[in-house]
């Protein structure tokens, strides 16, 4: 089985920075590339940003030069790197995963985490 865990959301003042954590555990293949996703109330799911396994990266325009996306490839985890905060950034932020797993390479399977919740204080 394949679970996402992720951490590190809580309660941030604006302008203030947060980190975090996405690891990815259990049956895997290959990771073909990771994201983080993010949802408040009235909205959409929308993706905040990505990375391949290539490392290319990309970012929705909200929060270009504010956040960074890593990734330690052989931890399986990815990181998301939180800066210069503002209110509009409160948010549930999942993490989603594009993966194959042993049993069936050739099919990539998309793994969501439970979500966490960061609160922008202003």
């Known amino acids: 089985q394949v679970q996402l865990v992720e951490s590190g959301g809580g309660l941030v003042q604006a302008g203030g920075s947060l980190t975090l954590s996405c690891a990815a555990s259990g049956s895997i293949f290959s990771i073909k590339s990771m994201g983080w996703y993010r949802q408040s109330p009235g909205n959409q799911r929308e993706l905040v940003a990505g990375i391949t396994s290539g490392t290319s990266t990309n970012y929705a325009d909200s929060v270009k030069g504010r956040f960074t996306i890593s990734r330690d490839n052989d931890k399986n985890t990815v990181y998301l790197l939180m800066n210069s905060l503002k209110p509009e950034d409160t948010a549930v932020y999942y993490c989603?995963?594009?993966?194959?797993?042993?049993?069936?390479?050739?099919?990539?399977?998309?793994?969501w985490g439970q979500g966490t919740q960061v609160t922008v204080s202003s």
């Open positions: 989603n995963g594009l993966i194959t797993i042993p049993q069936h390479r050739d099919i990539t399977y998309s793994y």
